[in-house]
């Protein structure tokens, strides 16, 4: 893939003789499973902090609880400490901080709860590049919908592609949350060499009652948000490399007058481009997506924040979202632009709500404007005012803006190579 173009565009149907979805793993599996005694940590994760000087640790230590009746831990009994150094077994530095516990509660007949074993995260300072590990990736974005663990009863058991469907006299959307755990250490051997960046998908919210929402998420990730000055885990930046990171919250107010428009607009603004060149954005819903699912559901967020992006020059945003591959061509309100983002969705990464086949544009697949239910924010579909598809909601083939689309399973990998870099000049 490069930044040039506009391209033809293209589209790979999906092969139907292949698995439309994959399975998730029991909890019995070995790699799900907890091995080690109580006060071993568990599920290490790596984070990046503010710079390359610093970076956060974290991991979790006793036994979480899952019950009619739960207690939760006392997270000041034990210590949440690193020792670090240069050489293996030469441990100069040390950093603390405190730990955090959390629940998911029900008060619904029939529902067990849960509570969390203790949350350590603490932020190691003075680090010094050179004797950072280098590792290949160096980086993993993960741009929401981490674990679906909303996709079960909270007694476990088999989960379903379609909660609402399968579960439709459910008091709530219920979560197995020891699929949390499960994940953590199914990624440990990654996540405890690689440093691995979040963002909250719909699958995060997972809502109890009194209006809680997101406990499994904020409590289970550090992000630099106090660093960057967001001082919100929903939306946070960091650098890495040549590059600087923007992640924004779609399930959090993203208008014009709010807080995080407001927290964006400076970040954009102190970004030195002629020492960062590249600015990629990520959040979880994509603005730009041909294809039926999910279908110009986040409209009101690009009619927002589409501006800034565009006036502070980002040249590349990462989606989700929608279950499969499309790549855009440079593009800004509906319209090719050289000096647009390239906007990527990559949500193909597998999972159990299975892959997305159908396109907009396909006889008979464009969607009513109320066919896609938010979880947050609201409506604001509309027509196109100019183009092929002038006066209509859906194109009759596939959008100029729409570069590749294929309905498949895998991963993105970014490679930032400053020596390549071509400014936009306005």
């Known amino acids: 893939m490069t930044l040039d173009g506009p391209f033809e ?18 909890m019995e599996n070995p790699r799900l499973k907890k091995n080690v005694t109580s006060s071993f940590p568990d599920q290490i994760s790596l984070a990046l902090s503010a710079d390359p000087s610093s970076m956060w640790v974290s991991w979790i230590t006793g036994d979480a609880q899952i019950g009619k009746n739960v207690t939760p831990l006392d997270p000041s009994s034990v210590a949440s400490e690193v020792w670090y150094g240069t050489e293996s077994g030469k441990y100069a530095s040390q950093q603390d901080s405190k730990s955090t516990v959390y ?25 010094e590049p050179d004797n950072v590990i280098e590792n290949d990736p160096a980086l993993v974005l993960m741009v929401g919908d981490l674990t679906y663990a909303n996709q079960y009863l909270t007694t476990g058991g088999q989960g379903a592609s379609c909660f609402s469907c399968s579960f439709p ?49 904020l409590t289970r990730f550090a992000v630099p948000s106090e660093e960057s000055r967001s001082n919100s885990s929903f939306y ?9 990171f923007i992640m924004l919250g779609a399930y959090v107010d993203y208008n014009i007058t709010g807080t995080q428009y407001s927290w964006l607009m400076d ?42 992006l565009y006036q502070y020059k980002v040249d590349i ?21 050289p000096c647009g983002p390239v906007y990527m969705t990559v949500g193909d990464a597998g999972n159990i709500e299975k892959v997305n086949v159908d396109f907009a544009d396909d006889p008979g697949k464009c969607p009513k404007p109320d066919d896609n239910k938010l979880e947050f924010g609201g409506l604001c579909h509309l027509n196109f005012t100019s183009g092929p598809a002038k006066g209509k909601f859906c194109w009759s083939k596939q959008p100029e803006w729409s570069a590749y689309r294929e309905s498949s399973f895998g991963h993105g990998i970014l490679e930032v190579r400053l020596s390549n870099v071509k400014p936009c000049a306005f």
């Open 236 to 244: 946070y930046s960091f650098y890495a490399g040549g590059a600087h």
């Open 103 to 127: 629940s998911q509660l029900y008060p619904f007949e029939g529902l067990l709860n849960y509570t969390s074993g203790i949350i350590h995260h603490v932020r190691l300072e003075g680090l």
């Open 9 to 26: 565009p293209v589209t790979r149907r999906f092969d139907l003789s292949l698995r439309s979805g994959s399975d998730d793993l029991v």
């Open 169 to 217: 006299n459910a008091s709530i959307r219920e979560t197995y949350q020891p699929h949390w755990d499960g994940w953590g250490r199914f990624m440990e051997p990654l996540t405890s060499r690689v440093p691995m960046m979040v963002i909250e998908g719909n699958h995060e919210i997972e809502p109890q009652v009194d209006g809680i929402t997101f406990q499994s998420y």
């Open 317 to 337: 945003v990462f989606n989700d979202h929608v279950h499969a591959y499309e790549r855009m061509n440079r593009v800004y309100n509906y319209t090719l632009d």
């Open 267 to 308: 970040d954009l603004h102190r970004v030195n481009r002629s020492l960062t060149p590249w600015v990629v954005a990520a959040w979880h819903p994509p603005w730009y997506n041909s294809y039926n699912s999910h279908y110009q559901e986040f409209e009101c967020m690009r009619q927002e924040m589409e501006a800034l």
